[in-house]
């Protein structure tokens, strides 16, 4: 039944991913948007955007994916090893004041990794 809704599953998931985009496009405004972090730092800032643009381009190739049957294992799989890798850093690091306002992305990311993982190992 998923293999049937992957490419359904992969641009929806996908435009979500991308929305960290405006990080990179103003990352301190971001930053409180998305995750309730006060960033003034220069450098800081540098890594957001950075970050920002790297998600933007997760989302980008699960929505390219979603069209594109021919390049969905590598994209998806790229995707997994990404977002269960987020999920694990925010839930080392659960209790502490930085990640509070990462719990919705750790949830978000680790129902995507789950339903990825589902179809690559399904596939």
Do not use: N
Not at 50 to 76: E, K, N, Q, S
């Amino acid at each position: 039944m998923l293999a049937a809704h992957i490419g359904a599953v992969l641009a929806v998931t996908g435009l979500i991913t991308a929305l960290p985009i405006i990080l990179f496009v103003a990352p301190a405004p971001g930053l409180r948007l998305l995750f309730k972090l006060e960033f003034a730092d220069r450098a800081g800032l540098f890594m957001a955007r950075h970050w920002g643009l790297l998600a933007f381009t997760i989302g980008v190739l699960l929505v390219y994916a979603a069209g594109h049957p021919a390049v969905r294992v590598p994209v998806v799989l790229a995707a997994l090893v990404e977002k269960a890798g987020l999920v694990a850093l925010i839930g080392w690091q659960w209790s502490e004041p930085h990640t509070r306002g990462m719990r919705f992305t750790a949830l978000f990311d680790g129902a995507c990794s789950a339903v990825y993982a589902a179809w690559l190992f399904g596939a």
